[in-house]
């Protein structure tokens, strides 16, 4: 579980990526391809390795407004804060671990949504912010959450999820796992006024999430190589007690085994989610300015053979 | 039956009566005072255990082997039960059992998830972990129940869902995602009973009821207190403490408005008295579909979205 770990590490760790002490902010280096990246550059291209196409985490602010269109994005999330129901206590105090994310990020809770529009259609965003605790979703996710699918609904607007989350928070125990079922209820009430609900699922996408709103968009999308699935690769490599194969549970690998509908660059997604949007609402196709990618896309690596 | 640790004490002194008894009867000594003061003690040991039962006291018991399965109190609660299986599309995973049956007379729909009762029915159930086709296969006794307008009762007892390389390959997550969804849509009664262990999202696929009960030594988590120890302490033993800090039981449960309503166990757990602990489940899930009876197809959906609507614990900014 991803999200727990990360939980415990505290305080953050160094910046891995920094080049020199100097200039620590001017270069990034690539975890996947080592190529040194100007970090401007990597800002301007959603955090999407211009060299080899890794998709880097994006801050949940960036990726909004990569999104929709400019200055249309109204915030309406954060209404709602984080208890300690379970008086929950193992090596730290849950606490003390919401006051560290909730200082990492300056949100309260780990989603961030709203309303705007995208090439003019109305929409509703909701990104999982996987910085804080992880992605995981506790009772204030699962209500945030709630509510934006509650105001896309009042409001008819297409719904967007973004995921990013380790899964439920243990945190809350079973109050976690009710956000899984509270959410689908409130996604019943969405289609029931034909409003589209698409799912991008990004790195990673595990466990309650993966395994509840995750899965049912109209139409799941997954970015390049996200881990996705429901159980964690370390609890399965220990119950199989065999190590997993290469690609396991990635995207690519769901895309081939007919469980996500496309696999979409990042910087894709505005056009891509605009098109799918205005088809399922039979709107005419919209005037939709893609992200200018400054540099020639990676070699595609999926199921669908090697383009080069 | 072998006893948990934590009963042992009580086992010994069951074992020095009858050895009383037995040396009573067969040399004519009267041992009668004796035997009352130990029966008395016997009665003070089981008071004091059984009633300040710890958090990983009752996770023990949900899992004693020889607690009943979800077949055995189908067997003695319903009659006609008929299994029906497969899933339609790739396999029957016998982790989930399913089919019609009659609860005094009424027929329902049954579905639960069923662990072996010993090592050779353990590894065909697969220990009450289902692949994606056993939710799969709830799902379509679910359509099959909403189509005839049947009541659905669903029996939850399993340490989650399986996770396994084949199950995330046909698509785990989304299974357990279509089921939660499924039990969302449906115009039936729906009454889901944690009668053992409720293992995560694996255990809510089928436990979307309009109510949830669940037996007094069940529990119902997010993670499992070997799994969460084993995150937190990086070592599964430390699970008694896991399992204080995760509240799993029956009536932390209930505090949370989790579940509705708490069905007693004899003293010891339900494998004491299978019969009696049938018989108050039986009662609970008679006066619940009496009470489900008087809503319509519409009330029953809505008063089910909102039941769940109202779950989480969070404060107003
Ligand atoms: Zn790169």
New interface residues.
Partial sequence: MTLERFFRRRPPQQKENTVNDDLPDLWSKCPKCNAQVYNKELEQNLRVCPKCGYHHRIPVKRRVEGLLDAGTFQVTSGRVKAKDPLEFVDTDTYVAKLERARKKTGRESAVYAGRGSLAGLPVVVCVMDFEFAGGSMGSTEGEEITRAIELATKEDRAMILVTASGGARMMEGALSLMQMAKTTFALEQLANKGLPYITVLADPTTGGVAASFAAIGDIVIGEPDALIGFAGQRVIEQTVRQSLPDGFQRSEFYEKKGFIDMVVDRRHHRETLANLIAALRNQPKPEVTALEIKVPEPPRTGIFGRRK | MPALEFEKPIVDLETRIDELKTYGSSSNVDMSEELALLEKRLERLRSETYEKLTRWQRVQLARAPGRPTAMDIIGRIFTDFQELHGDRAYGEDAAIVGGLARLEGQAVVLIGQQKGRDTKENIARNFGMAHPEGFRKAMRLMDMADKFGLPLITLVDTPG?????A????????L???S??K???LRIPVISVIIGE?G??GA??VA?GNRVLILENAV????SPE??AA???RDAKEAA??AE????TAR??EQ?G?VDEVIPEPKGGAHNDPVGSSEELKKALLHNLEQLRMLDKDALLDS??ER??R???????
């Fill in positions: 869902a399986y996770p396994g390389i199950a995330e390959e046909r698509g785990q997550a989304w357990i995602a279509q939660i969804q039990m969302t849509r409720g995560s999202g809510l696929a979307v119902y988590s997010v993670i799994s969460c995150i937190v302490w403490k896991a800090a995760l509240r799993l932390d449960l949370f989790i089910r979205a769940f609507r779950l989480g614990v969070f404060e107003e900014i």
